[in-house]
């Protein structure tokens, strides 16, 4: 009976897990195919030759190298002010008592249901009278406002789960806010800060229209950009999106290989109040 | 662990104060550029966007062949090029022009002319002393599509327009030896291939825009606009346009044409391997073909004709002008790439050239692909020059849709689509 029971879960894991790695697959077996195996009818799964052409096409042509090295930084330092400001936001609505408080938390709140491509305009008004346009501050900055209400809201949970009890052994002990935020809240916290990663990882990471938008110099683009270069008007190597796909997916998977065993600790964090 | 998040926290940050570096440093350099546009015996230099494609050897040419001779030829005069896909160049186009933040020169899709013109972001090209001597050298057709009112706004880079591709094997296997030459003959072999082959299409159509569409409607005498391309009324909605397109409904719905819906096998991909008996497509194809399925038997053949003839749409670019301070040179660049030179060189990678001097060349002569085309243009037809063009391409496009994959009435679709053109026209 046990047993049973045992089978059936790890069936329907492994059916699950099947399909979530299948388009992962089906990709990368498209990016081996040559060419003029792409469309054969009928399709086959499994190439009957396999050629690592699409790669180094995908690699060599444009500045690859170099929209992955802009990708990341944009990221690196997206992350950078999100966390930065987000966990001190977080602090401050979790232990602070403030005068306007619930509202302000209420307009912050407010950023998360506002769909982003309806901000495009005044962003970039906003962005050109700060001297930000086609440059990566442009990017950055609007990354993390953007992420900021999420994290914000994510951070807070955790930390108002953190009990009350440390705070008054701090004050005890003669620590200020400083060290209670710095030194106990958020060592504690490494939990909430994995999902908060991969989370906003994969919105900053992938991000298109503001970046199409905002960046003209060819030399500052990141990678969705020039994967959408690899489509032309008339006809597109497929063979050769799917490679530049893959090798932009790689450092984002490499993240989530990397955190996955805390994620699932982090994903409830905040979901239930100590 | 305190010691971990104490450590990391400051990289991060000392990371984000290097990009600040980075940053500030790329604003300096841009603005210098611009700045030293103006100063004499310094180089200028020219920012060009243009949709020529990545994954194609058009991209490579312009950058390691046009540009360094131009560069060669003009010193003091650099040439920055952007690529964008065509989707993107238009969209963003139109927010640098209400940003005031342009390119010197852009490649245009001849249909993008009439609404850059209309925006006031065009610089007037019939203003520089040798521009009659330049627009004579270049083909007539192609030049009239830079032309709004009564001045020229751009110039032609280069020109197309689709032939009827067909698979000699499935068509003889079915029936059917030769191309179909009219709309008669195609609708019957279409009956005959789906005969033959159950489950491939007799004919394959990418999209359902006006690029796509409006050939059918051409040639049956039915049209999008009035001449004057003041109305749609009793043109898009004509009995000779419902007819075509009842036909092309009831070909599709009885599974003879596809590729339009998403998730259907790629139109030129399908045809090379066998998914679509018939395609119409441009030069283009032929070259994919010739670099992904060498041994795929291109045939290609005029467009069906109806009862007003073979008539094709005609495509291609304009190269126009936005640059306000650095005119002069933008006119040096734009003057080469219409070069015989220049559009030697374009031709011999399947962009059909529109200098007449350069059409004499013994290596574009040479295409043994192109003579179809050629034949194809002399009836071919430019889309309405009118500015609000992308939006009645829209139209078109969402009337299209419910006429094939829903089973909206044909009549009732168009009259909805023309009252919607109108009121376009009328903005």
């Known amino acids: 009976m046990r047993s049973l029971k045992t089978f059936c879960i790890y069936a329907l894991l492994v059916a699950g897990g099947l399909i979530s790695i299948y388009p992962l697959v089906y990709m990368l077996l498209t990016a081996l195919k040559p060419m003029t195996l792409l469309f054969e009818f009928p399709p086959r799964f499994l190439p009957s030759e396999m050629t690592w052409s699409n790669f180094r096409e995908a690699w060599g042509s444009q500045n690859f190298a170099l929209y992955l090295l802009n990708s990341l930084l944009v990221t690196l330092a997206s992350f950078a002010l999100i966390f930065l400001l987000s966990s001190m936001l977080a602090f401050a609505y979790s232990r602070f008592d403030f005068k306007g408080k619930s509202l302000s938390f209420a307009i912050i709140m407010g950023g998360l249901v506002i769909p982003s491509l309806t901000l495009l305009i005044p962003q970039f008004v906003l962005i050109r009278q700060l001297g930000l346009f086609d440059s990566r501050w442009g990017l950055i900055v609007v990354y993390a406002a953007g992420a900021i209400p999420f994290t914000t809201f994510l951070l807070k949970g955790f930390f108002d789960s953190i009990s009350r009890d440390i705070d008054e052994s701090v004050e005890m002990e003669g620590g200020g806010a400083w060290t209670l ?94 | 662990m305190i010691n971990k998040w104490s450590k990391l926290l400051p990289i991060i940050l000392a990371l984000t104060l290097v990009l600040a570096g980075c940053g500030s440093k790329g604003n300096q350099g841009t603005a210098n550029e611009t700045s030293s546009g103006a100063k004499p015996g310094k180089d200028v230099t020219l920012t060009f966007w243009h949709h020529y494609s990545t994954a194609s050897p058009e991209e490579k040419t312009l950058k390691e062949v046009l540009i360094p001779k131009f560069e060669q030829e003009n010193p003091g005069v650099k040439v920055n090029p952007v690529a964008f896909t065509w989707e ?215 467009f069906p004709a109806g009862s007003a003839g073979s008539i094709q749409v005609l495509g291609g670019e304009d190269i126009g002008i936005f640059s306000k301070d650095k005119q002069e040179e933008s006119w040096k660049f734009v003057k080469f790439m219409v ?58 496009n969402d009337a299209m849709s419910k006429i094939f994959m829903t089973d909206a009435d044909v009549k009732t679709e168009l009259d909805a689509a023309v009252s919607a053109i109108d009121a376009l026209l009328k903005e």
């Not at chain 1, 229209?209 to 190597?237: C, E, H, M, S, V």
């Not at chain 2, 925006?119 to 009659?132: I, V």
């Not at chain 2, 399908?270 to 992904?292: D, I, K, L, R, T």
């Not at chain 2, 009836?379 to 009645?392: F, G, L, Y």
């Open chain 2, 88 to 302: 993107d160049l238009h969209k963003k186009l139109q927010i640098s022009g209400s940003a005031g933040d342009l390119p010197d020169v852009a490649r245009l899709d001849i249909i993008w002319v009439p609404e850059f013109q209309k925006s006031g972001l065009l610089q007037e090209l019939d203003a520089f002393e040798d521009f009659d001597e330049i627009a004579g050298s270049l083909l007539e057709g192609p030049l009239s599509t830079a032309k709004v009112g009564d001045h020229y706004y751009g110039l032609p880079l280069n020109t197309n327009t689709k032939v009827l591709f067909w698979n000699k094997e499935m068509l003889s296997q079915s029936g059917v030896e030769q191309a179909p030459a009219t709309a008669e003959q195609f609708f019957e072999a279409l009956g005959k291939i789906k005969s033959k082959y159950a489950k491939s299409w007799g004919f394959g159509e990418p999209a359902l825009q006006g690029w796509n569409v409006l050939p059918w409607i051409w040639s049956n005498g039915g049209d999008v606009l009035s001449p004057d391309f003041t109305t749609a009324e009793g043109y898009l909605n004509s009995p000779a346009s419902v007819d075509i397109l009842t036909k092309l409904k009831d070909a599709y719905n009885a599974g003879q044409i596809s590729g339009f819906k998403p998730g259907d096998v790629a139109v030129t991909e399908g045809h090379a391997s066998g998914s679509y008996a018939m395609m119409a497509e441009g030069p283009w194809a032929v070259a994919q073909f010739q670099s992904q399925f060498p041994d795929f038997d291109v045939e290609m053949a005029s």
């Open chain 2, 339 to 396: 070069s015989e030179a220049a559009q030697i060189e374009m031709g011999k990678i399947g962009q059909i050239p529109v200098n007449l001097a350069s059409m004499e060349n013994a290596d574009v002569k040479a295409i043994d692909y192109y003579p179809p085309f050629l034949e194809q243009l002399k009836t071919a037809k430019a889309r309405p020059p009118v500015s609000a063009w992308p939006q009645i391409d829209g139209v078109i």
């Open chain 1, 181 to 274: 935020f710095a030194s106990i809240i958020l060592p504690l916290s490494k939990p909430a800060f994995v999902p908060a990663t991969i989370f906003n990882a994969l919105t900053v990471w992938e991000e298109f229209p503001w970046a199409l938008t905002i960046i003209n110099d060819p030399l500052k683009r990141t990678l969705p950009i020039a994967l959408a270069n690899f489509q032309g008007q008339y006809t597109t190597q497929w063979g050769i999106v799917f490679a530049g796909s893959l090798i932009a997916v790689i450092p984002i998977i490499l993240l989530f290989l990397l955190l996955q065993r805390y994620f699932i600790a982090g994903i409830t964090a905040g979901a239930v109040k100590g």
